[in-house]
């Protein structure tokens, strides 16, 4: 029982980070029918930012300071929802018109090169992701967390509802609504729907980013390659609650966590790749639009 | 009963003359290149096996696969498996490479290899009936995961270690001999009864079962068929150099689907085009060493926005249309 809860609190922690990245990919998919590629390795970029904005500023090691730490969340946001304009602007927007394979295929291409630029720039071998804030490990019953994983749920929660809130409550939400239910449609309202595919690229953006700060604080080994398994998982995340879905994100996220961790625990680490696909395989046989997705009828 | 009979000769005649075609063209390669240039004739080889396959369930049926590489994994394994553990009972092979008698079992093994690969496409096949779009493509990409996945924990074709001690028994010959063959047998699929019916799902799939098509049979066919392929591919891939799970990840599914779209979707001889340029670009460019990976990457986004539909879109390179555009340049022939 102890070692079940055990593995279900580490398995939350890793699920926010799944759910974070998955949340960028529901949304751009929900605007644009777009499996952008590219969105795990914004979440790498993101961790490199971290990194370096720390070393920058001094940040970690003998003086942690979680203020400090939150610029840098923020500063790691911002410059990742910067590339994902400008991702968005001059690869995907001039291919926006032609097929979806096309556009899929673009998407890969900005992935390569994000991932060999990277390489490139920061160098192919791992990087020690500074300790942002001091680690302390705490026993919630005899569950044993760390102040980090605490750290992780909690930012990103107060993401996701935040993200919620903005979709639900502000006009430009309802606009990023109305351009995912039909474009054509919102167009002829008024919307200007680029600028609406330009937030979602920088909202989006900003999540993966955050996602990797996180995950350079819970496992501090950061590498330019570290977004491509993540950034599938994340996807497969997306796809069981329900492709264009918020809240199907988030629990695609926890679930792929979650289960990791348990075939982890209980079966073999060699097998942590697989379970996600099996979950997923297994759940859209029954559901085929994913747990939250609308099925929508075929219009002859 | 005449026609049927000289269909046979005819096909026996080509298929004796691919074979003897490619024995020739191996044995001049191997006199004119260098080992490195063999190296990547044969991987372009097997990469346009690869390509053409994917493109009857991508480009002709217009489904979406991204799990190639898993099939690729299955019919790689069980050739190699058969070649190590059950040949050497079944046949006192004694013989050295390139005699005949050394033949028979490595066509057995990969004939062995596409057929499992074959049931294993048949299985990736039945989700179809239920998903569409994006939902199946991402299924396949589960399967081909989760094989890779479970071959990684056999032990007997060597888990983690990669597995060793496999003749090697491919050679440019076998390549480019069951590239032709592949290339025909597809061609004439393609256009025949069933290829239309497979083009016709890829154009409108409730219109085609208006019209009587089985779409889900098809669809399921289609997955069969690449699969087949593709695990002929894995064993040349398997019997040419080290075998270890990591080269059928799902970067290598990408990598194939990025041929079949630069040459052009339901274009064989686009997945042709496409494959060879792809394999021979990381090559080509090696001149620019750390920078190569870059370019190449940017050269894709580049090509994808300059030509979305691919090189040569859905058209095909065909002799008679060549011939008659090089007839139509001659001033007077044209008349």
């Known amino acids: 029982m102890q070692e079940l809860l055990q593995q279900l609190a580490n398995g939350i922690a890793w699920g926010s980070i799944y759910a974070l990245i998955a949340l960028g990919y529901t949304m751009v998919y929900g605007i644009l029918r777009l499996i952008n590629f590219a969105h795990g390795d914004i979440y790498m970029v993101g961790a490199f930012a971290a990194y370096y904005l720390a070393r920058l500023t001094n940040a970690g090691g003998a003086n942690p300071s979680p203020a400090l730490a939150l610029a840098i969340l923020l500063g790691s946001m911002l410059i990742c929802a910067l590339l994902g304009v400008a991702m968005e602007y001059f690869a995907y927007r001039p291919v926006r018109k032609s097929s979806r394979l096309t556009a899929l295929i673009t998407a890969i291409g900005v992935s390569l090169f994000l991932e060999n630029l990277g390489i490139r720039l920061f160098g192919a071998d791992p990087k020690f992701f500074p300790q942002l804030i001091a680690p302390r490990s705490i026993s919630l019953g005899g569950v044993m967390v760390t102040n980090h994983q605490i750290t992780v749920v909690i930012v990103s929660v107060l993401l996701m509802v935040s993200l919620s809130l903005f979709i639900q409550r502000t006009r430009t939400g309802k606009a990023m609504r109305a351009v995912s239910f039909n474009r054509d449609a919102a167009s002829l309202m008024g919307i200007p729907v680029n600028r609406i595919i330009t937030i979602t690229f920088a909202i989006g953006s900003a999540l993966a980013a955050a996602a990797g700060v996180l995950v350079g604080l819970t496992n501090p080994k950061i590498e330019p390659l570290m977004g491509i398994m993540p950034g599938v998982k994340a996807f497969v995340a997306a796809v069981l609650g329900g492709i264009g879905s918020v809240p199907g994100a988030v629990i695609g996220g926890l679930l792929m966590g979650v289960s990791e961790y348990l075939v982890v625990g209980y079966l073999s680490s060699t097998y942590r790749d697989a379970i996600a696909f099996v979950i997923l395989i297994l759940v859209l046989l029954v559901k085929p639009a994913g747990l939250f997705g609308r099925n929508i009828a075929e219009k002859v | ?335």
């Open chain 2, 1 to 335: 009963m005449l026609r049927r009979s000289s269909h046979l000769v005819r096909g026996l005649a080509a298929f004796v003359a691919v074979a003897l075609g490619a024995w020739i063209l191996d044995g001049a390669a191997a006199q004119v290149v260098n080992p490195y240039v063999y190296r990547i004739l044969v991987l372009c080889g097997l990469n346009i096996i690869l390509a053409m396959s994917l493109n009857l369930v991508n480009g002709v049926t217009g489904q979406f696969s991204i799990g190639h590489a898993g099939f690729m994994a299955v019919g790689a394994y069980v050739s190699a498996a058969f070649t190590v553990y059950a040949a050497p009972r079944l046949f006192a092979v004694t013989s050295e490479t390139g005699t005949v008698a050394a033949a028979l079992p490595f066509v057995l093994a990969l004939f062995l290899g596409g057929l499992v690969s074959a049931v294993a496409g048949f299985l990736v096949g039945l989700p179809s009936m239920r998903l569409r779009g994006d939902y199946l493509a991402i299924v396949t990409l589960g399967f081909g995961e989760i094989i890779r996945v479970a071959i990684l924990n056999i032990d007997a074709v060597g888990g983690a270690r990669g597995f060793a001690g496999i003749p090697q028994r491919t050679n440019l010959a076998w390549v480019a001999g069951i590239a032709v063959l592949t290339f025909v047998f597809l061609r004439n699929l393609v256009r025949s009864y069933h290829g239309r019916a497979l083009l016709a799902i890829r154009e409108d799939e409730i219109a085609a079962e208006a019209l009587g098509v089985p779409s889900t049979r098809y669809k399921v066919w289609a997955f069969v068929i690449a699969a087949f392929f593709a695990g002929v591919a894995g064993g040349l891939f398997s019997h040419y150099t080290y075998l270890h799970t990591n080269s059928f990840t799902f970067m290598k599914s990408i990598e194939v689907i990025v041929m079949v779209v630069l040459g052009g979707m339901g274009s064989l001889t686009g997945s042709i085009l496409g494959a060879s340029i792809l394999t021979a670009l990381p090559e080509v460019l090696r001149f620019a060493n750390a920078d190569r990976l870059i370019i190449y990457s940017l050269l894709l986004v580049i090509l994808m926005i300059a030509r979305p539909q691919g090189i040569l879109g859905s058209r095909e390179i065909s002799w008679g249309r060549i011939v008659q555009r090089l007839r139509r340049k001659r001033p007077g022939a044209a008349a």
